[in-house]
């Protein structure tokens, strides 16, 4: 309660203390209180929102008055003065004796009518000294009975100088709001509404406080924000001055950032003076951030008109952002919660998680509540964070839930929740901090009960470790896992638990093929194993882990893309995972081109469905393999760059190594040897087991190869590809197409005058050619026999070498093939036979981007008396034969089932072909694609 008393000081007239912007209506009050002093009471109730100048015009009143011989007695409601806080009224304060003491009240009468006459009497008493002055401030907040005397008296001392000066919060309402909408319906009191200052008051408040020049846009603008309230561009003004901004254009820019934080300033207080519901919806909006009426009614007890009338009440003082659901200013929101108690703060953000939950809400947004909690004390806290983790796609949300779980790892918990978080830890690190997973797992299986327990923590341990030096760990603890089933499960196990069963041992093939010391361990533990019917989804990712192990051992190509057909043969309802990957790269290895570009397709797109980075990485780097085995340097170049683009924006450039390998081979196709090399030492500056790799370390060794032997460099490139093959035969990988590096060694040692060694190599490379048995395989071991060879045999297999690439779909590699048979008999002067080679050299490599072969043909063309101009090349030769086909089809107007079915394919096979004729040929669909589709693309390619 603010009171204050004053009295006349004598008849000195001292000039009124004018608020800003309020000279006109000081003046209208000042007219009035003069009219009472010839003898006529008036009331005037001046009425307008928080902020508008209602408190600083009544004091401008109150201090002038008494100068004017005028007594002045004030009171100032405030918000809780009769709920049992304040036991005074306003007319005990007002009109008590100048006796009366404030610390000792009089007591109140009980009978009304009495209770009015006495107050009569006082104020007669206290006009017979002079004029008087009842000054009331936020009279909303005033005690009914007061206002009612008040009103009472008005009417008794209607001939009497007695001057009522009252004002009026409008956006709230108080126990006196209604007894002072009777005043002004009764015509006993006048009013005064204070609207927003306008643009000039505005400009000269900024002159006054900033100084000029005031630039118009500047004053238009803090018009706006401050929404004329004089209160509020006070403070904006004086933080500006503080802040040393001009009014100027460059102030405009700073003005909004400051106006953000003197909004937050004044929340507290605008809060003080709102009913009680007003400030509990504050507060539960504070919390939740944003919400609809209903969930801030759940949280803060209220109801939903009230609600509504309160979010009103907010948006109108700029706390709530315009707009629906409702959503608080950050700086608002932060000035709200500053002035909660921290454990009562804690109960809030519990009860909002709660409300959230019962209101079927993601688990991401309940989570949101809980990571802010010192503490996690109940089971639900982790299920909620289990699956905002899994529902995930910010990695700044997934941050902000670890944290919590680690958290809940201090917390009291069972074993069984203490594993639990132990996995989700480890779920949430596997992309950024594989170590921190495999730490986790390990963990969670030392707390796991039993090897049926165990067993999905083994799976998860497994995937973790892929291409980590923990692979033998996790292939050992699945091996340990794998035996505890068998013994626990029986010969005869139910279906469920065979299911599991084939889980694991899946999951330990796959772990052990990228790890040159696991797999010979895994190897042994397969031979025993039967081949699965591929009828259940664990039996299709043990056929695909065994696919994996043929290729890698260089059985026969049709035995391991069998399996790898059986484990793609159904979509799974999940997304796919590793499985799908893997079998596509054998099918890929096999030359199954259109089989491995489904399932790489599948795997991208399922990538980007549950936002797995790693796979997204891992199917571009694929898929531009596939694209360069093919000869479409340029699809293999555009794939490789966007999975090098998404694993250094993940920080998996060390996780999936793949990704700048394919980048280097594409680059080194367009002759571009230095950029690779720059690339693929990106490998082994990211760290990372790259040498503990099957896949990846192996197929570097080969890049890194060919970048030396373009830089000149053929003794570091023989060493480098010697190594390779040493490292593949420890490991026990026998497939020749994997890495080829014999075939380059064979060539570079050829040069280097040590052929007895080529052809050492290269006998041994065309045994496990033949025996993989792919065209492309068998061409590639011809080429390196002939590296060896000399005289009519030499011309033999390079001529047998071109005939078996011809009919694979391997358009680079047949290009460099020609080359070397038109070389070979430019040699022996059969320049005619030279040059129809030459010529199919440069048109191939022209196609397939392979520029700097295409140079080296054309100058032996030259030689050989033949001519070629430069060629014209169409978008549509770079379209393969199957591209090419699909493409006539779908712009004859055959439906993609349709053409599935006459060409024996998927028709997510035949999406995925269009979708890369659209992108080669720059086209946004069917009806824009060009015609000459039905024509062969120049020299056909048999096979492909």
């Given at each position: 309660?603010a009171?204050t008393?004053e009295t006349?000081?004598?008849?000195q007239?001292v000039?009124?203390?004018i608020?800003?912007g309020r000279?006109?209506?000081?003046n209208?009050?000042?007219r009035?209180?003069?009219?009472?002093?010839a003898?006529?009471a008036r009331?005037v109730?001046?009425?307008?929102?928080?902020?508008m100048?209602?408190t600083?015009?009544?004091?401008a009143?109150?201090?002038h008055?008494?100068?004017?011989?005028?007594t002045v007695?004030?009171?100032g409601?405030r918000p809780?003065?009769?709920?049992?806080?304040?036991?005074?009224?306003a007319?005990d304060?007002?009109?008590a004796?100048?006796?009366?003491?404030l610390?000792?009240p009089?007591?109140?009468?009980?009978?009304?009518?009495?209770?009015?006459l006495r107050?009569h009497?006082?104020l007669?008493?206290?006009?017979?000294t002079g004029p008087?002055a009842?000054?009331?401030?936020?009279?909303?907040?005033?005690d009914?009975t007061?206002?009612?005397c008040?009103?009472?008296?008005l009417?008794r001392?209607?001939a009497?100088?007695?001057?009522v000066?009252?004002?009026?919060?409008?956006e709230c309402?108080?126990?006196?709001?209604?007894v002072l909408?009777e005043?002004?319906?009764?015509?006993r009191?006048a009013l005064?509404e204070?609207g927003?200052?306008d643009?000039s008051?505005?400009?000269?408040?900024?002159?006054?406080?900033?100084?000029?020049?005031?630039?118009d846009?500047?004053?238009?603008?803090?018009t706006?924000?401050?929404?004329?309230?004089?209160?509020?561009l006070g403070?904006?003004l004086?933080?500006?001055?503080g802040?040393?901004v001009?009014p100027?254009?460059?102030?405009?820019?700073r003005?909004?950032?400051?106006?953000?934080?003197?909004?937050?300033?004044?929340?507290?207080?605008?809060l003080?003076?709102q009913?009680?519901?007003?400030?509990?919806?504050a507060?539960?909006?504070?919390?939740?951030?944003?919400?609809e009426?209903?969930?801030l009614?759940?949280?803060?007890?209220?109801?939903?008109?009230?609600?509504?009338s309160?979010l009103?009440?907010?948006?109108?003082a700029?706390?709530v952002?315009?707009?629906?659901p409702?959503?608080?200013r950050?700086?608002?929101?932060?000035?709200?919660?500053?002035?909660?108690?921290?454990?009562?703060l804690?109960?809030l953000?519990?009860?909002a998680?709660?409300?959230?939950?019962?209101?079927?809400?993601p688990?991401?947004?309940?989570?949101?509540?809980?990571?802010?909690?010192?503490?996690?004390?109940?089971?639900?806290m982790?299920?909620?964070?289990?699956?905002?983790?899994?529902e995930?796609?910010?990695?700044a949300?997934?941050?902000?839930?670890?944290?919590?779980?680690?958290?809940a790892?201090?917390?009291?918990?069972?074993?069984?929740?203490?594993?639990?978080?132990?996995?989700?830890?480890?779920?949430?690190?596997?992309p950024?901090a594989p170590?921190?997973?495999l730490?986790?797992?390990?963990?969670a299986?030392?707390?796991?009960?039993?090897?049926?327990?165990?067993?999905?923590?083994?799976?998860?341990?497994?995937?973790?470790?892929?291409?980590?030096?923990?692979?033998?760990?996790?292939?050992?603890?699945l091996?340990?896992?794998l035996d505890?089933?068998?013994g626990?499960l029986?010969?005869d196990?139910?279906?469920?638990d065979r299911?599991?069963?084939?889980?694991?041992?899946?999951?330990l093939l796959?772990?052990?093929?990228?790890?040159r010391?696991?797999?010979?361990?895994?190897?042994?533990?397969?031979?025993?194993?039967?081949?699965p019917?591929?009828?259940?989804?664990?039996?299709r990712?043990?056929?695909?882990?065994l696919?994996?192990?043929?290729a890698?051992?260089g059985r026969?190509?049709d035995?391991?893309a069998?399996l790898?057909?059986?484990?793609l043969?159904?979509?799974?309802?999940?997304p796919?995972?590793?499985?799908?990957?893997?079998?596509?790269v054998?099918l890929s290895l096999?030359?199954?081109?259109?089989?491995?570009?489904?399932?790489?397709?599948?795997s991208?797109?399922?990538g980007?469905?549950?936002?797995?980075?790693?796979?997204?990485?891992?199917?571009l780097a694929?898929?531009?393999?596939?694209?360069?085995?093919?000869?479409d340097?340029t699809?293999?170049l555009?794939d490789?760059?966007?999975a090098v683009?998404?694993?250094?924006?993940?920080?998996?450039?060390?996780?999936?190594?793949?990704?700048?390998?394919?980048?280097?081979n594409?680059?080194?196709?367009q002759?571009e040897?230095?950029?690779?090399?720059?690339?693929?030492?990106?490998?082994?500056?990211?760290?990372?087991?790259?040498?503990?790799?099957i896949?990846?370390?192996h197929?570097?060794?080969?890049?890194?190869?060919?970048?030396q032997?373009?830089?000149?460099?053929?003794?570091g490139?023989l060493?480098?590809?010697?190594?390779c093959g040493?490292s593949?035969?420890?490991?026990?990988v026998?497939n020749?197409?994997?890495?080829?590096w014999?075939?380059?060694?064979?060539?570079?040692?050829?040069?280097?005058?040590?052929t007895?060694e080529?052809?050492a190599?290269a006998?041994e490379a065309?045994?496990?050619a033949r025996?993989?048995?792919?065209?492309?395989a068998?061409?590639?071991?011809l080429?390196?026999?002939?590296?060896a060879?000399?005289g009519?045999?030499r011309l033999?297999?390079?001529a047998e070498?071109?005939?078996?690439?011809a009919?694979?779909p391997?358009r680079l590699?047949?290009?460099?093939?020609e080359?070397?048979l038109?070389?070979e008999?430019?040699?022996?002067d059969?320049?005619?036979g030279?040059r129809?080679?030459?010529?199919?050299?440069?048109?191939?490599?022209?196609r397939?981007?392979y520029?700097?072969l295409?140079?080296?043909?054309?100058?032996?063309?030259v030689t050989?008396?033949?001519?070629?101009?430069?060629?014209?090349?169409?978008?549509?030769?770079?379209l393969?034969?199957?591209?090419?086909?699909?493409?006539?089809?779908?712009?004859?107007?055959?439906?993609?089932?349709?053409?599935a079915?006459?060409?024996?394919?998927?028709?997510?096979?035949?999406?995925?072909?269009?979708t890369n004729?659209?992108r080669?040929?720059?086209v946004?669909?069917?009806?824009?694609?060009?015609?000459g589709?039905?024509?062969?693309?120049?020299?056909?390619?048999?096979?492909?």
């Amino acid at each position: 309660m603010a009171v204050t008393f004053e009295t006349a000081i004598g008849t000195q007239r001292v000039p009124p203390r004018i608020p800003p912007g309020r000279s006109t209506e000081l003046n209208t009050l000042l007219r009035q209180a003069a009219r009472t002093r010839a003898g006529a009471a008036r009331a005037v109730l001046v009425r307008g929102p928080a902020g508008m100048g209602r408190t600083s015009l009544l004091s401008a009143v109150a201090e002038h008055l008494p100068a004017e011989g005028v007594t002045v007695r004030r009171f100032g409601g405030r918000p809780g003065d009769n709920d049992g806080t304040a036991p005074r009224r306003a007319v005990d304060v007002l009109l008590a004796p100048h006796s009366a003491s404030l610390s000792d009240p009089a007591p109140v009468p009980a009978d009304a009518h009495a209770d009015r006459l006495r107050l009569h009497r006082h104020l007669l008493g206290l006009l017979s000294t002079g004029p008087l002055a009842l000054v009331v401030d936020d009279a909303q907040w005033c005690d009914e009975t007061s206002l009612r005397c008040l009103d009472f008296v008005l009417r008794r001392a209607a001939a009497r100088p007695l001057f009522v000066l009252l004002s009026q919060r409008t956006e709230c309402e108080g126990p006196g709001t209604p007894v002072l909408a009777e005043l002004l319906a009764h015509d006993r009191c006048a009013l005064l509404e204070l609207g927003p200052l306008d643009p000039s008051e505005t400009a000269r408040m900024i002159d006054r406080t900033l100084g000029g020049p005031v630039d118009d846009h500047f004053v238009r603008r803090c018009t706006e924000v401050s929404g004329g309230n004089p209160l509020v561009l006070g403070r904006l003004l004086a933080a500006l001055r503080g802040a040393g901004v001009r009014p100027d254009a460059a102030g405009l820019r700073r003005l909004g950032a400051v106006y953000e934080g003197i909004l937050a300033s004044m929340i507290p207080d605008f809060l003080a003076g709102q009913p009680r519901h007003v400030r509990r919806v504050a507060i539960a909006l504070a919390v939740l951030g944003r919400g609809e009426a209903d969930l801030l009614g759940a949280l803060c007890g209220v109801t939903g008109t009230r609600v509504e009338s309160a979010l009103g009440d907010l948006r109108r003082a700029e706390a709530v952002l315009p707009g629906a659901p409702a959503e608080m200013r950050d700086a608002v929101r932060e000035a709200v919660l500053g002035g909660i108690a921290a454990p009562t703060l804690q109960q809030l953000r519990i009860r909002a998680a709660r409300v959230l939950s019962d209101a079927g809400r993601p688990a991401t947004e309940v989570a949101g509540q809980l990571v802010l909690l010192d503490r996690l004390d109940e089971p639900w806290m982790l299920a909620v964070l289990r699956d905002a983790i899994a529902e995930s796609p910010s990695r700044a949300a997934t941050r902000a839930a670890v944290r919590c779980l680690r958290r809940a790892l201090e917390s009291r918990l069972t074993a069984a929740e203490r594993k639990d978080v132990h996995v989700e830890l480890a779920r949430a690190s596997v992309p950024t901090a594989p170590a921190t997973a495999l730490w986790h797992l390990r963990r969670a299986l030392t707390t796991a009960a039993g090897p049926r327990e165990q067993a999905p923590i083994a799976v998860e341990y497994g995937m973790a470790a892929l291409g980590t030096r923990c692979a033998p760990d996790a292939v050992r603890a699945l091996g340990h896992v794998l035996d505890g089933l068998t013994g626990e499960l029986g010969t005869d196990p139910a279906p469920a638990d065979r299911e599991l069963h084939t889980t694991v041992a899946s999951a330990l093939l796959v772990t052990a093929a990228n790890d040159r010391t696991a797999m010979s361990v895994a190897r042994e533990r397969a031979a025993t194993w039967p081949v699965p019917q591929g009828d259940s989804p664990a039996e299709r990712q043990l056929l695909s882990a065994l696919s994996t192990f043929a290729a890698l051992e260089g059985r026969p190509a049709d035995q391991a893309a069998a399996l790898a057909r059986r484990a793609l043969r159904v979509e799974e309802a999940a997304p796919a995972g590793w499985w799908v990957l893997a079998s596509s790269v054998v099918l890929s290895l096999a030359d199954a081109v259109d089989e491995a570009q489904a399932g790489l397709e599948r795997s991208l797109s399922n990538g980007q469905l549950c936002y797995a980075p790693w796979m997204q990485v891992a199917a571009l780097a694929g898929r531009s393999l596939t694209l360069h085995g093919t000869g479409d340097v340029t699809g293999a170049l555009h794939d490789a760059r966007a999975a090098v683009a998404l694993a250094e924006q993940t920080g998996m450039t060390g996780a999936v190594p793949m990704a700048h390998i394919a980048l280097g081979n594409a680059l080194l196709s367009q002759g571009e040897a230095e950029e690779a090399r720059t690339v693929l030492d990106r490998i082994a500056d990211a760290g990372g087991d790259l040498e503990g790799r099957i896949w990846e370390w192996h197929q570097y060794l080969y890049a890194r190869g060919r970048v030396q032997r373009e830089l000149g460099d053929l003794e570091g490139a023989l060493d480098t590809w010697q190594r390779c093959g040493r490292s593949l035969d420890e490991a026990g990988v026998a497939n020749p197409v994997l890495a080829p590096w014999w075939l380059p060694a064979a060539d570079t040692l050829v040069r280097l005058g040590r052929t007895a060694e080529a052809a050492a190599i290269a006998e041994e490379a065309q045994v496990r050619a033949r025996r993989w048995g792919t065209p492309r395989a068998v061409g590639l071991g011809l080429l390196a026999t002939a590296t060896a060879a000399r005289g009519r045999p030499r011309l033999q297999l390079l001529a047998e070498g071109v005939d078996a690439l011809a009919a694979s779909p391997a358009r680079l590699e047949l290009a460099k093939a020609e080359y070397l048979l038109g070389r070979e008999l430019l040699g022996r002067d059969d320049a005619r036979g030279a040059r129809s080679h030459l010529r199919r050299a440069i048109e191939l490599a022209t196609r397939c981007g392979y520029h700097v072969l295409a140079a080296l043909a054309r100058e032996l063309l030259v030689t050989a008396g033949g001519r070629m101009p430069q060629l014209a090349t169409s978008p549509l030769d770079s379209l393969t034969e199957s591209e090419r086909r699909v493409a006539a089809l779908a712009q004859g107007g055959v439906s993609n089932k349709k053409i599935a079915e006459a060409l024996f394919i998927t028709t997510r096979t035949v999406e995925m072909h269009l979708t890369n004729v659209y992108r080669k040929l720059a086209v946004r669909g069917r009806a824009d694609l060009p015609g000459g589709l039905g024509m062969g693309p120049g020299p056909a390619l048999p096979g492909h």
